[in-house]
């Protein structure tokens, strides 16, 4: 009824007879159109329309995340959030707060006493060393609660050797310090205390209260003009913002707006550290020099270790996926032996060359793994620099050889990425973009490292972009399950450096996280922690023996 009424009144706008009969084969004719369509290629039509969409929402800024099963499993927002909140409680109950009133009732190294448990005049090689501290405050009172950050390590310098020990906390003011002793002749321990239990507190606190320790400062940029304005992951400001978002992984950065310019002229970046601290000045008093890596152990007598004739487990060769126990190694004669697996040496350029023999590798982080590129380069003759026309040191590294179709990559991590050099944000892109972006077969290798840059801003920043990472990897090994991961976790670094935003007890933390985010991947684990507390490098960039110790590692995973 109501179509003859729709007809009847079309019909009367044309009074012409002729008009009229023009007008229904126009419409009998679009009526068979939309019927041929609907019955003979209507899906294809539809998928150009809906592709024709899609480009159109996304820009540089927003970027859209279109996924399709089984490449990309769906893990919602929330799933994240709660993941990332059930890391921080089981974190804070590791750290609880410790009241602070003065330096005298904090953990003191002069004061504090170390037992030998089962003393023996010597030691046969692979036998363990215990030790049972007892933790007293600088007025000589037993400590009454654990949580100091203390660092063990036993070392022969004759052999140019070293291992770290393990301390186990027992809550109470006593901690277990436990080495194997893995190497012969005079071993001598030494046992820093980095922080008391009230330093650990303070710096816990103040690293989540987010005081903006670090002003990130953008670049704009167009034919006539360069400005500066204020950059960071959070912005305090009224100011108009450019928001550089990543609405899948929800990573964020922002920067002030500048007057005329568009957000897309933002080109470089640099940071400056702010005058400001989130610890009283009686804290600040616990991270002074003096008070800062402490060694606890300055009467103890070296042991004597002898071999013994013990006979050593037989271990398989190094693999990706391998569980790395702590210590996961020791050094002797600058040389670094894994405690885990059988190792090759690969100690001649034809060595690494045939190892390297049609690899794509892809190292992704911060400058200890641009320390490689450095290192290959030098090592590897028919490795040859590919210039990328950046500025600075930041800009992508590429190695190549052609004859053996060679690529080794080295990219930074996106924010946040603390430097006082100017670096180009054009290529920046975050890790878990990185690894999305490869393809992946059983010739390719990436290799990933994260810390240094995130230990002055609060835990969930890191938190979350491990948990991105993790979430790549995942989608990495749907595709490509033959693609080999490897995750080299960070070093120490510098002991009397900015406490606040610098410490190795942040570091620490950061290792723990890596290793329960990741624990179920098959991945391999370089553990430059480990490696760098035994050469007692304490260095951000450590010597290059240690690098090439790291890539020795390395080589062993992927041939």
């Known amino acids: 009824m109501m179509e003859k009424i729709f007809i009847h009144r079309i019909l009367t706008l044309f009074p012409n007879a002729?008009?009229?009969?023009?007008?229904?084969?126009?419409?009998?004719?679009?009526?068979?159109?939309?019927?041929?369509?609907?019955?003979?290629?209507?899906?294809?039509?539809?998928?150009?329309?809906?592709?024709?969409?899609?480009?159109?929402?996304?820009?540089?800024?927003?970027?859209?995340?279109?996924?399709?099963?089984?490449?990309?499993?769906?893990?919602?927002?929330?799933?994240?959030?709660?993941?990332?909140?059930?890391?921080?409680?089981?974190?804070?109950?590791?750290?609880?707060p410790r009241p602070f009133t003065h330096v005298n009732t904090t953990t003191s190294a002069t004061h504090s006493t170390a037992t030998i448990l089962n003393p023996q005049d010597t030691y046969c090689r692979g036998d363990q060393l215990d030790i049972l501290l007892e933790g007293r405050d600088h007025l000589g009172r037993r400590k009454q609660y654990g949580g100091d950050f203390l660092r063990a390590r036993i070392s022969s310098p004759g052999l140019m050797a070293g291992a770290s020990g393990k301390v186990t906390d027992f809550n109470n003011g006593t901690y277990l310090v436990s080495a194997s002793l893995c190497f012969g002749g005079q071993v001598s321990l030494s046992l820093l205390l980095i922080h008391p239990s009230e330093g650990v507190s303070a710096l816990w606190r103040a690293r989540n209260q987010g005081c903006d320790k670090i002003i990130f400062i953008g670049l704009f940029a167009n034919r006539t003009s360069n400005v500066f304005t204020e950059c960071g992951l959070t912005l305090n400001t009224n100011a108009e913002l450019c928001q550089y978002m990543d609405d899948r992984d929800h990573e964020a950065f922002y920067c002030v707006r500048p007057q005329h310019m568009p957000c897309e002229a933002l080109t470089h970046m640099t940071t400056r550290t702010r005058n400001i601290s989130c610890l009283s000045k009686e804290e600040w008093s616990?991270?002074?020099?003096?008070?800062?890596?402490?060694?606890?152990?300055?009467?103890?007598?070296?042991?004597?270790?002898?071999?013994?004739?013990?006979?050593?487990?037989?271990?398989?060769?190094?693999?990706?996926?391998?569980?790395?126990?702590?210590?996961?190694?020791?050094?002797?004669?600058?040389?670094?032996?894994?405690?885990?697996?059988?190792?090759?040496?690969?100690?001649?350029?034809?060595?690494?060359?045939?190892?390297?023999?049609r690899k794509l590798i892809y190292l992704m982080g911060d400058s200890t793994l641009r320390q490689w590129i450095y290192h290959l380069q030098k090592?590897?003759?028919?490795?040859?620099?590919?210039?990328?026309?950046?500025?600075?040191?930041?800009?992508?590294?590429?190695?190549?050889?052609?004859?053996?179709?060679?690529?080794?990559?080295?990219?930074?991590?996106?924010?946040?990425?603390?430097?006082?050099?100017?670096?180009?944000?054009?290529?920046?892109?975050?890790?878990?973009?990185?690894?999305?972006?490869?393809?992946?077969?059983?010739?390719?290798?990436?290799?990933?490292?994260?810390?240094?840059?995130?230990?002055?801003?609060?835990?969930?920043?890191?938190i979350r972009r491990a948990i991105n990472i993790q979430k790549a990897i995942e989608r990495l090994f749907l595709r490509s399950p033959e693609t080999k991961v490897i995750l080299k976790t960070?070093?120490?670094?510098?002991?009397?450096?900015?406490?606040?935003?610098?410490?190795?007890?942040?570091?620490?933390?950061?290792?723990?996280?890596?290793r329960d985010i990741f624990v179920d991947l098959n991945v391999g684990i370089i553990d430059a922690w480990d490696m760098t507390i035994a050469y007692c490098t304490n260095n951000a960039h450590p010597p290059d023996y240690v690098i090439q110790n790291q890539i020795d590692t390395f080589l062993n995973y992927i041939c």
């Open 18 to 96: 002729i008009a009229r009969k023009l007008l229904l084969m126009l419409i009998f004719i679009l009526i068979f159109w939309v019927i041929y369509l609907a019955s003979k290629d209507h899906t294809k039509f539809l998928f150009s329309l809906e592709n024709h969409i899609t480009l159109n929402q996304g820009n540089i800024f927003k970027k859209s995340s279109h996924c399709e099963a089984p490449l990309c499993p769906a893990v919602s927002p929330k799933e994240t959030e709660l993941r990332i909140k059930d890391i921080m409680e089981k974190l804070d109950q590791q750290i609880p």
């Open 286 to 357: 616990l991270f002074h020099r003096s008070n800062v890596g402490v060694e606890m152990m300055k009467n103890f007598t070296p042991v004597e270790v002898v071999p013994c004739n013990k006979s050593e487990n037989i271990k398989k060769n190094c693999q990706i996926g391998m569980k790395t126990p702590f210590p996961s190694g020791y050094t002797l004669k600058k040389m670094w032996i894994t405690a885990f697996c059988k190792q090759i040496k690969f100690n001649e350029t034809k060595n690494i060359s045939d190892c390297l023999e």
């Open 379 to 462: 090592t590897v003759k028919t490795l040859k620099y590919f210039d990328h026309h950046g500025a600075g040191i930041f800009k992508t590294h590429v190695l190549l050889d052609i004859e053996r179709h060679i690529l080794i990559q080295w990219k930074k991590h996106g924010h946040p990425f603390v430097t006082k050099k100017l670096f180009s944000v054009k290529d920046e892109n975050y890790i878990p973009r990185e690894i999305d972006r490869v393809a992946g077969d059983k010739n390719t290798a990436i290799v990933i490292t994260l810390g240094q840059h995130f230990r002055p801003f609060p835990i969930n920043i890191f």
């Open 490 to 514: 960070e070093n120490t670094r510098e002991i009397h450096q900015n406490a606040e935003m610098f410490s190795d007890f942040h570091g620490y933390i950061q290792n723990l996280i890596i």
